[in-house]
């Protein structure tokens, strides 16, 4: 039960002070979220649609758990998680992805009958640096933040902008090893906020 509540591990890190001090840790960073959310909503009405949202996060979610990631937060629809990084938990990453689909894959009738839709999500994918603490008084919790979180954040955002639903940074595409034809350069492309422009490659998984 600690463990759902706070996320498998977290409670550990909080009990035993490792956060107190924040870190800079290399971490691997995921941001999901439900494509088509608004036309879904207005489709299925709010009691509906909330119950379509916790199915899909409970599918998304098993999935990441099962290969490893540590998941951060819920926004909505919205799943951001991360791993610590090594080369094994760059591929992991990947795997979890391929892993979230096919559980939903396996749903499939079961949100066709309850539902009248198979739910498909898109994905921001990054590596780099971020702040790790503990904040809060009344609810303690493990935070990140850092421009690693900016920039997975506005790559989740661009798939919607790109067309393409599984986008990844240079940099996380560099760690990964992948083949030409499982990676597409899009170019640099200019996102949100950033000053400097970003070098993005559509993931074909």
Known sequence: EINEKYSPGVFIDILTGKYIQPKIEK??????DLKDSTPIAEQLGHKTYFRFIRDFIYSVSIALMESGGNIYQY???????????NKRNTLRCIQAVIAAR???????????????????????????????????????????SGDTMN?????????????????ASKEFVEHLGLKDWQAESLGSIDLKGKSDSVELFALKI
Do not use: C
């Open 27 to 32: 971490r691997i960073v995921m941001f999901i």
């Open 75 to 85: 926004v909505g629809d919205e799943i951001v998680v991360s791993w610590i990084y």
């Open 102 to 144: 096919r559980s939903i894959q396996k749903r499939s009738e079961a949100y066709r009958r309850d539902y009248g839709i198979i739910p498909e999500f898109r994905v921001g994918m990054h590596v780099g640096e971020v702040t790790v603490g503990e904040i809060g008084i009344v609810k303690k919790d493990i935070a990140m």
């Open 151 to 167: 920039t997975a954040a506005r790559i989740r955002t661009a798939t919607s902008e790109l067309n393409h639903k599984f986008l």
